[in-house]
């Protein structure tokens, strides 16, 4: 949803201009830089919309990079890495640093446009810390340092979307056809789809994916309000630790005024 540039950055000058044509054949500006310096001045002039960095790089690798964003406040948008390694010290060492998405070299330009694209529409401005901090959890349970199939892992569960949606399409159908277009009651709506989809994972693929379960599942619910939701993922972090959130997603949705913990306070949204 933001207006700036998709910032690529890589060592490699032919990758650069590939992944720069893929980027306008979506109809999106590229911004590009050979270094984490480059970088870092670029996105304190334009702010990027998104960044895809590889990982080594002569000098500060893309590790470092999304450090030193953080750190002077620049990072306000997904963090994806283009990476050629496909083991468990990328992963780890990936979640740490604060990249949000993982791209496989090698796995084709249209995988390279749709995680561009999903990121771009989303409206989630990263991987909400919970879930990051789940990911890491399960990354840092596996085994050795070798090869972990991260691409294959990175993938959407047809039998988590089906419970998701069997069990919010039978709560909804308990309250009034227009539930969810009162803002208050689209964030119920986003709190019991979070809770029943982390509830549901198992994988770091699962927790790595669930701005895509989430948006997905919104979408599947045809309201004519859902297109709207994505100002409520860009703050997702601050929703998540508002204790009435969390006490949303564990209850069966019901009218705001039915749950025992609503405060007047909310009414204004």
């Known amino acids: 949803m933001e207006a700036g540039p998709v910032l690529l950055v890589d060592d490699d000058p032919v990758l650069l201009k590939l992944n720069a044509l893929a980027v306008h054949g979506l109809g999106l500006e590229a911004a590009v830089a050979a270094t984490a310096d480059d970088a870092v001045a670029l996105a304190g002039r334009t702010p990027p919309a998104l960044i895809i960095s590889d990982v080594q790089m002569p000098g500060q690798g893309g590790f470092d990079l999304a450090v030193r964003l953080r750190e002077a406040g620049l990072k306000t948008q997904p963090f994806l890495y283009f990476t050629?390694?496909?083991?468990?010290?990328?992963?780890?060492?990936?979640?740490?640093?604060?990249?949000?998405?993982?791209?496989?070299?090698?796995?084709?330009?249209?995988?390279?446009?749709?995680?561009?694209?999903?990121?771009?529409?989303?409206?989630?401005?990263?991987?909400?810390?919970d879930l990051r901090r789940r990911a890491l959890v399960q990354a840092n349970r596996m085994k050795g340092d070798s090869t972990c199939g991260l691409h294959d892992m990175l993938i959407i569960r047809q039998d988590i979307l089906d419970m998701v949606t069997s069990r919010i399409t039978g709560e909804l159908a308990e309250v009034s056809s227009g539930y969810g277009e009162r803002l208050i009651e689209r964030l119920f709506i986003l709190a019991r789809i979070s809770k029943l989809v982390i509830d549901a994972s198992v994988h770091v693929g699962d927790y790595l994916r669930f701005p895509d379960y989430v948006t997905a599942l919104l979408r599947g619910l045809?309201?004519?309000?859902?297109?709207?939701?994505?100002?409520?993922?860009?703050?997702?972090?601050?929703?998540?630790?508002?204790?009435?959130?969390?006490?949303?997603?564990?209850?069966?949705?019901?009218?705001?005024?039915?749950?025992?913990?609503?405060?007047?306070?909310?009414d204004v949204l």
């Open 84 to 129: 050629g390694y496909d083991d468990l010290d990328i992963l780890r060492g990936g979640l740490r640093s604060g990249g949000d998405d993982f791209l496989i070299k090698g796995a084709g330009v249209e995988h390279l446009k749709s995680r561009i694209s999903f990121w771009m529409a989303s409206g989630f401005s990263g991987l909400p810390q």
């Open 222 to 266: 045809n309201r004519p309000w859902a297109k709207d939701v994505w100002p409520l993922l860009r703050c997702f972090d601050e929703w998540a630790l508002d204790e009435r959130f969390v006490l949303a997603g564990v209850e069966t949705l019901k009218p705001f005024a039915a749950y025992d913990w609503f405060e007047d306070s909310m």
